[in-house]
């Protein structure tokens, strides 16, 4: 099999000669190499394809696997997908988050299985999104953020790394949020809040220092982590049973009978946690792992293949474990309201009724409450079970961000940080607010956090989705495999559409969250916002509470 090219280019078939070496750690320019025959027009970067390097900034690049060779098997052979296996169950994680979890429990209590449609077609057009990242990565050698640092000028570049930078720090939130829930959840409420969430640091660092041990190893614990999540949440799935036909039906029907604002709102709130924006970052450099010879047009042609398989598999692994969660409590708690769960609760004797108000409204969980209401009704073993799956979903997912995070920073700023500076400082930033709001509010404000933090992300969508959709359409930088007119006209619907769902997910937010706003500026005094408005909201509420009042 051809080695990589890393530190010297191939040779250029038209001159003979070799191009120029790259000096490593210096700033170079994006070099083209027009080639016929085989060959293929490629970016070479200056660090990011030093296979060799013993930088001790260098993560996740240390080794690159190498493919294996399999003259019987032409068209596909398992080997070489074995080969190629690793990047996309990596990034396959961010479609099992902490937030993803959330949104999947939500949507099976407020609109039963009818929504189970829109995350199969979240995943499919997150798929084909993922595969434009991996394609540049293989093509160019180069992952986006790199592209964009070679692409655009000096300030657009600043500002598109600020806005993946907020969606990766949002994202990190969301999985520290995730981890602090399981952790106390797992101790049975004697390790706080805000314990879970330090806990969650100190893990972190040990984790990020596994890619030391090799990165097949590393490859094959994220694997393990998957396996844990499709086991626990599989195990509530079976326990519950769901409805078999019902699943079908709202898997493969794009229709929702009876839907209002709420289920609406759930679908939009779907797609904006599926498809995340620094993931597109994350899947075009993990690809770079592996040897593939670039100025070989069967190769390139062979790995896009191999990637693009192993991100179907994973991604439809992913999706099984989100319709599990769906399912559980589509099954088990569409339609019920707080006071059936709050009685049912504590004729249980469960400590954990209080959570649920008693009164008449549908029920509303998050991955909190999920958890206590599956130890409510099926037992302890389903709540412990469900916690072990959302402490797996949130290490696995920190430390797929981390490397984000680190791919980001070294390819918009070429800076060369090492692992440990990296992480104080994004885990710093993400870290403080969620570790105040842990120990000076409650489980409910915990949780809420991640409903601001989904619309956070769904602003910096756009920023991944245009450059990878540009970059992959040129020809300069793509050569024979840019996108073609099709893919271009598919992936800019795409796109508009997913941007204009996201951004009706803002709108809402940002509605809702200004009318809180407002009735609390008027509630505190500044009666000139009323309008005689405030009257009828009152006496609306007196009227809902105490109906049989004379006063009303």
């Given amino acids: 099999m051809p080695e990589e090219v890393n530190v010297t280019p191939p040779k250029d078939p038209n001159s003979g000669e070799k191009a120029p070496t790259m000096t490593p750690g210096k700033e170079q320019e994006a070099l083209y190499e027009d080639s016929s025959g085989d060959g293929i027009s490629t970016i070479y970067s200056n660090t990011a394809q030093l296979s060799d390097s013993t930088d001790e900034f260098t993560t996740y690049f240390d080794q690159k696997v190498p493919i294996p060779e399999d003259e019987k098997h032409t068209w596909f052979s398992f080997r070489k997908l074995w080969a190629f296996t690793g990047p996309g169950f990596l990034m396959s994680i961010a479609y099992l988050d902490p937030g993803n979890i959330e949104s999947d429990l939500q949507s099976g209590s407020i609109a039963g ?32 953020a790199e592209v964009c640092n070679r692409q655009y000028p000096k300030v657009p570049r600043i500002i598109l790394w600020l806005m993946v930078e907020l969606a990766i720090i949002g994202s990190d939130m969301q999985e520290v949020i995730g981890s602090a829930i399981a952790i106390n959840l797992l101790s049975a409420g004697i390790v706080p809040l805000w314990g879970g969430v330090l806990i969650t640091i100190a893990d972190t660092f040990v984790f990020l220092f596994l890619d030391k041990y090799g990165l097949r190893k590393l490859e094959a614990f994220f694997g393990f982590l998957i396996t844990i999540m499709a086991i626990t949440f599989g195990y509530e799935y079976v326990t519950v049973r769901p409805d078999q036909g019902q699943l079908l039906k709202g898997m493969f029907l794009p229709y929702c009978e009876g839907c209002g604002a709420p289920q609406l ?28 010879n670039r100025a070989n047009k069967k190769e390139v042609t062979e790995a896009n293949k191999y990637f693009f398989i192993e991100s179907c598999i994973a991604l439809f692994v992913s999706f099984l474990i989100n319709v599990f969660v769906v399912s559980v409590f589509a099954e088990a708690f569409f339609g019920k309201s707080n006071d059936i769960v709050h009685n049912f609760c504590a004729n249980k004797s469960d400590p954990q009724a209080g959570l649920f108000p008693e009164n008449n409204q549908t029920l509303d969980v998050d991955i909190y409450k999920g958890g206590v209401v599956l130890g409510c009704y099926f037992g302890p073993a389903a709540m412990y079970i469900w916690a072990i799956g959302i402490l797996a979903a949130g290490q696995s997912s920190t430390m797929t961000g981390t490397y984000s995070g680190q791919f980001v920073m070294e390819g918009f700023l070429n800076l060369k940080w090492s692992r440990f500076a990296r992480v104080v400082l994004t885990r710093s930033i993400a870290i403080t607010p969620t570790l105040l709001v842990a120990i000076f509010q409650d489980v409910e404000h915990l949780t809420g956090m991640n409903d601001f933090l989904n619309v956070l992300m769904s602003l910096q969508l756009p920023f991944a989705l245009i450059p990878v959709l540009t970059f992959t359409s040129l020809r300069p930088v793509m050569n024979d495999f840019a996108n073609g007119l099709g893919w271009k006209i598919a992936g800019g619907i795409l796109i508009l559409i997913i941007c204009t769902i996201n951004i009706y997910f803002v709108v809402v937010y940002v509605t809702a969250l200004g009318q809180m706003t407002w009735q609390c500026l008027i509630a505190l005094g500044i009666s000139s916002l009323a309008c005689g408005h405030t009257v009828r909201v009152t006496r609306a509420l007196l009227t809902e509470e105490q109906p049989s009042s004379p006063m009303n």
Avoid: C, D
């Fill in 113 to 144: 299985f009818k929504l189970l449609w829109v995350l199969l077609l979240a995943t499919v057009i997150g798929l084909l999104l993922q595969r434009l990242a991996a394609r540049l990565g293989v093509v160019t050698g180069l992952h986006l």
């Fill in 265 to 292: 709102e759930q679908a939009v709130g779907i797609v904006g946690a599926v498809i995340m924006p620094h993931n597109m970052y994350l899947h075009s450099a993990l690809v770079k792992s592996r040897q593939v």
